[in-house]
């Protein structure tokens, strides 16, 4: 298995514009999490979906962030317009029944440097 | 709710010496505890998991945790670290169920030769 693909790796962009993130969990998994890690806040709960309806999204700090699962092997997490403070490694996670949900797996994750 | 305390940011251990990484956690049930591995610029890799199961855990690359009730504590032990042990490491709850992980602040290792 290809385990969880995150797209891009690297971002670089300038404060204001729009950023999107990509995931595609493991196949066969219906539960997809996305966590961001700072410095200050170390890793963090931003959304998660369970058979791609989103659950919890108590994490996403702001309205300019949002996250969407239109079918069961793709997520994208968007942040519009996007801020310096917004600089992060944003790792998407699944998992699944296959596993009794014991076992979240990560992806590379995505860094993020807004400008 | 769920949190997990990691005691120490930083733990520095020489070649061949015991690893001790402290882990306490809360939850107001029975928790599922995990401790999971970050190398550089890479993703989390799960080192082990208590699923209520046998209270002795062991791991990948040698690596072992007890859980202790009495003391809500979940410490990862190695009995002789290796400089490719160098890494973040970070420990992890959750509830029952298929709920989010939360996760303590990160020890980082540095294993000196």
């Known amino acids: 298995d290809a385990g969880v693909i995150q797209s891009p790796r690297h971002e670089v962009t300038e404060m204001g514009q729009e950023v999107t993130l990509r995931c595609k969990p493991i196949s066969g998994h219906n539960s997809l999490f996305w966590y961001r890690q700072t410095m200050m806040r170390g890793l963090e709960l931003l959304i998660y979906f369970n058979n791609n309806v989103p659950i919890d999204d108590s994490g996403m700090p702001e309205d300019r962030f949002s996250a969407k699962m239109p079918n069961a092997s793709f997520s994208t997490l968007k942040i519009q317009p996007s801020e310096p403070r917004d600089s992060a490694v944003y790792f998407c996670?699944?998992?699944?029944?296959?596993?009794?949900?014991?076992?979240?797996?990560f992806g590379p994750g995505t860094r993020l440097t807004v400008l | 709710a769920q949190s997990v305390t990691q005691l120490g940011s930083h733990v520095s251990v020489s070649e061949g010496a015991l690893v001790l990484l402290r882990c306490n956690y809360s939850?107001?049930?029975?928790?599922?505890l995990f401790w999971y591995v970050q190398y550089p610029n890479q993703g989390l890799q799960l080192l082990l998991k208590y699923t209520s199961a046998a209270t002795l855990v062991k791991g990948i690359n040698g690596f072992e945790a007890e859980f202790k009730k009495s003391e809500t504590s979940f410490h990862l032990t190695k009995p002789s670290a290796h400089m490719s042990d160098a890494a973040e490491y970070f420990c992890?709850?959750?509830?029952?169920?298929?709920?989010?992980?939360?996760f303590g602040k990160g020890t980082r290792l540095s294993v000196i030769a």
């Open positions: 939850s107001s049930v029975p928790p599922y």
């Open positions: 996670a699944s998992s699944g029944v296959i596993s009794g949900y014991n076992e979240q797996f």
């Open positions: 992890a709850v959750r509830g029952s169920g298929n709920t989010p992980l939360v």
